[in-house]
């Protein structure tokens, strides 16, 4: 018995290091050693017009629900991108909307600046959530390229065209864009942002990169497969099933979408919980992905999500370990160490006043991180049972 429990609490402390520290030193070693190129596409100003008819069509999908806050403005920016008219199309995607936000939109489409793109407005009698939508519009278009993007996020100005340069390589089936908060609600969750687009900047020079944030992302239309209905995380899965058809997913740091909406602690908890039911829904769904045939990417999700998603009961396993082996002299050091990180990661969650270091806040985002985590997957093993979750938009 203390032979096995000698075993687990090794196993789970090895585990817990290695997922905050050894899997991102190996990354950035690897990264350093392959970097990535940048694509630098001709601006279209500077182009002839045969430029035009080599770059694919687009259609930029925008759901939407109650976000007249946002609207005018993502209308805007959608219509100043850098992109032929008459290869780009806007579907705004109205579900259920009970504030004005179908009455903005169509104002917004009449001004002069907009006038010139291609974008249609379909006000839906009903909410019906995230996925269905998808389902139900995607399929409809023929254009070479699906763009998916939030209404509270504005994307950069070349996006496309740096896209379409990606597309030119006929094994690229996904182009993720670089996600940045524009009003982080803490100085953990700043960090935390940071730390994951170096994260999935690092992933993609090892393998595909890992999911996509709603925020903003392509793909071919011809290897979209529709969704389940009760899909949580559908930027997650989306992408990784066209990964699982054999095509490529990469990340590019020079595409960005900026968050504009704000979300407070007690919203960004809740959020965390349902992102965090689709992180062990979607380890189930795309179990296929750790196969060795997928190479880098199944050791990138084995050591990033996978791990990510038990990491929780490591964490319990490897304190809880700590604290009965306590009279060896390894498991007192790795108590006392986990015990002063729980400490400061509360005092950093209840005084962030007065613990204003960002060690507490990084560390106070992270615990909370994991805790969601845990409660999250164990409201979907029990929701998975009795019926499917509840989907928003955000």
């Known amino acids: 018995m203390i032979t096995f429990l000698y075993i ?26 392959h970097p990535q190129k940048p694509l630098e596409p001709t601006p279209r100003k500077f182009s002839n017009s045969s430029q035009d008819c080599t770059l694919p069509t687009v259609t930029i999908i925008i759901p939407a629900y109650n976000e007249a806050q946002w609207i005018a403005e993502k209308i805007r920016n959608i219509s100043y991108l ?47 959530g995230k996925v269905a939508v998808l389902n139900q519009f995607i399929p409809q278009y023929d254009s070479d390229i699906i763009a998916l993007s939030d209404v509270s996020a504005l994307i950069s100005y070349d996006a496309l065209l740096i896209a379409a340069k990606h597309f030119e390589n006929s094994e ?9 908060l524009l009003t982080p609600s803490s100085v953990g969750e700043r960090q935390y942002w940071d730390y994951q687009t170096k994260i999935k900047q690092q992933e993609a020079t090892l393998g595909d990169s890992l999911g996509a944030h709603g925020a903003f992302y392509l793909f071919r239309s011809a290897l979209f497969v529709p969704l389940d209905e009760d899909t949580i995380n559908d930027d997650f899965i989306l992408p990784m099933s066209i990964v699982e058809q054999g095509h490529h997913a990469i990340y590019d740091p ?3 979408a900026v968050e504009l909406d704000y979300v407070d ?3 960004d908890f809740s959020r965390r919980l349902r992102i965090s039911a689709g992180n062990f829904q979607q380890l189930v769904r795309l179990f296929g992905l750790f196969n060795p045939k997928y190479k880098g990417t199944a050791f ?32 007192l050091i790795a108590f006392v160490c986990q015990t002063l990180g729980y ?14 270091h960002k060690i507490f806040h990084v560390l106070a985002y992270l615990v909370a991180g994991h805790t969601a985590n845990f409660i999250g997957g164990i409201n979907y093993i029990f929701r998975k049972l009795t019926g499917p979750l509840n989907r928003v938009h955000k």
Not at 10 to 29: E, F, T
Not at 85 to 91: A, C, N, Q, R, S
Request: glycine share 4%; proline share 4%; net charge positive.
């Open 343 to 356: 400490i400061m990661s509360i005092l950093g969650i209840i005084l962030p006043r007065l613990f204003s």
């Open 82 to 128: 850098d992109y032929p008219t008459d290869k780009l199309k806007v579907i705004i995607i109205c579900d259920g909307c009970s504030d004005n936000t179908v009455e903005i939109a169509n104002n917004t489409i009449q001004e002069a600046l907009c006038s010139d793109t291609h974008i249609e407005i379909f006000p839906q009698l009903k909410n019906q």
């Open 300 to 331: 990138t999700f084995l050591s990033g999500k996978g791990l990510r998603i038990t990491m929780p009961y490591f964490m319990l396993m490897a304190y809880i370990g700590s604290w009965l082996l306590i009279s060896s002299p390894l498991f």
């Open 265 to 267: 602690r007690r919203d």
């Open 254 to 256: 020079t595409i960005c």
């Open 172 to 180: 690229i089936g996904v182009v993720n864009a670089t996600y940045r």
């Open 8 to 33: 687990m609490t090794s196993v789970s402390i090895i585990a817990v290091i290695y997922h905050h520290a050894l899997y991102p030193i190996l990354l950035s070693w690897f990264a350093k050693r």
